[in-house]
T-cell receptor, first 113, second 109 residues
Framework: NAGVTQTPKFRVLKTGQSMTLLCAQD?????MYWYRQDPGMGLRLIHY???????AKGEVPDGYNVSRLKKQNFLLGLESAAPSQTSVYFC????????????FGPGTRLTVT | DQQVKQNSPSLSVQEGRISILNCDYT??????FLWYKKYPAEGPTFLIS?????DKNEDGRFTVFLNKSAKHLSLHIVPSQPGDSAVYFC????????FGTGTSLTVIP
């Protein structure tokens, strides 16, 4: 039981390049989330999903897109990376959205130059 | 607008003493709160939670206190151990999940 895994662990992009971050969970959780963590800002929700085929915007969705084609996977895309997207990205999942703790992946450190 | 706030970015405590981490919130509709612990280069892990029907919840060395009238919660760690050195986040679920900015705890041996 791997829990929540994220691919890749590290990435360096040039401004304007695109990439996709992959999150996978093997706990059969309905809800999945993408956060970014920046110094002094805590964890901020980018997008989330309440089930396969659904997505919704969080607090800071601009510049990102997501897809949840399979229940176990949640993809975060950056179409045209900007230096402001340099951050550590965390994926999380939970059985339901309310009253349940979230289980986090190990994070992806992204640098945009 | 920060709905969950942790006003102390860092805290240092001697091993064996009590660590007290504080968290304030602005939304009176929040009725469930969680604390997460995060080590460097790892994702946050759930530590302890509290429902608003309680004012205290204990789990071993960790106790969370909730003061609804003050919109304030605190995490007590007694006794503190060097392995407790980490960043602690408080969080509250609403229409989405709100996290505080974190407090970095250092327990000095």
């Amino acid at each position: 039981n791997a829990g929540v895994t994220q691919t890749p662990k590290f990435r360096v992009l040039k401004t304007g390049q695109s990439m996709t971050l992959l999150c996978a969970q093997d706990m059969n959780h309905e809800y999945m989330y993408w956060y970014r963590q920046d110094p002094g800002m805590g964890l901020r929700l980018i997008h989330y999903s309440v089930g396969e085929g659904t997505t919704a915007k969080g607090e800071v969705p601009d510049g990102y897109n997501v897809s949840r084609l399979k229940k176990q996977n949640f993809l975060l895309g950056l179409e045209s990376a900007a230096p402001s997207q340099t951050s550590v990205y965390f994926c999380a999942s939970s059985p339901t959205g309310y009253g349940h703790e979230q289980y986090f992946g190990p994070g992806t450190r992204l640098t945009v130059t | 607008d920060q709905q969950v706030k942790q006003n102390s970015p860092s805290l240092s405590v001697q091993e064996g003493r009590i660590s007290i981490l504080n968290c304030d919130y602005t939304n009176s509709m929040f009725d469930y709160f969680l604390w997460y612990k995060k080590y460097p280069a790892e994702g946050p892990t759930f530590l302890i939670s509290i429902s608003s029907i309680k004012d205290k919840n204990e789990d071993g060395r960790f106790t969370v206190f909730l003061n609804k009238s003050a919109k304030h919660l605190s995490l007590h760690i007694v006794p503190s151990q060097p392995g407790d050195s980490a960043v602690y986040f408080c969080a509250a679920p609403g229409n989405q999940f709100y996290f505080g900015t974190g407090t970095s705890l250092t327990v000095i041996p």
